[in-house]
């Protein structure tokens, strides 16, 4: 069985990060969205609640599942039979970050796969849409409804 994994904070899940897993999903026979825990990060979410949104949209596509992770991001595909790493490329200035991890990661035997975001969310970030939502901005065409619902909440409780 062919796994990818793709990781992040999904600190929310926005339409780009969507874009990315539907396409891969469409190469691998499993696809892994996995969590970043990072417990120097301050989150608007925590890893619970981003894991319960992400299965939520992902749902529509079976072969797709979420986890979430800690540490090296190598050592979990190791341990959870991960042959691929699957990133999302908006511009230049992502490439330049993502080739070093790659090249970084293929010493331990992970390929990673890049993908172009489609040019329809090139612009999203998680930060953007947290920001545009922190000030009351709309950020229904940039989030699943699930996810603009759950940002009204938390900017709500700010």
Not at 5 to 30: K, M, N, W
Request: net charge neutral; with cysteine.
């Amino acid at each position: 069985m062919k796994r990818a994994v793709c990781p992040g904070s999904f600190d929310p899940i926005t339409y780009g990060h969507l874009d990315i897993i539907e396409r891969a999903s469409a190469h691998f026979d499993q696809v892994v969205v996995a969590v970043l825990e990072n417990r120097t990060k301050a989150s608007l979410f925590t890893v619970a609640e981003r894991i319960e949104m992400i299965r939520e949209t992902t749902s529509k596509f079976p072969n797709v599942i979420v986890d979430s992770w800690s540490g090296l991001l190598v050592d979990y595909c190791k341990t959870n039979s991960v042959q691929a790493i699957v990133k999302g490329l908006r511009a230049v200035t992502d490439f330049d970050y993502e080739l070093q991890m790659a090249q970084v990661n293929l010493q331990s035997g992970i390929e990673t796969m890049f993908m172009a975001t489609a040019p329809a969310h090139s612009f999203l970030s998680s930060s953007l849409v947290k920001e545009l939502a922190h000030y009351g901005g709309d950020v229904s065409s940039m989030v699943p409804k699930n996810v603009n619902a759950a940002l009204k909440v938390q900017v709500a409780r700010k």
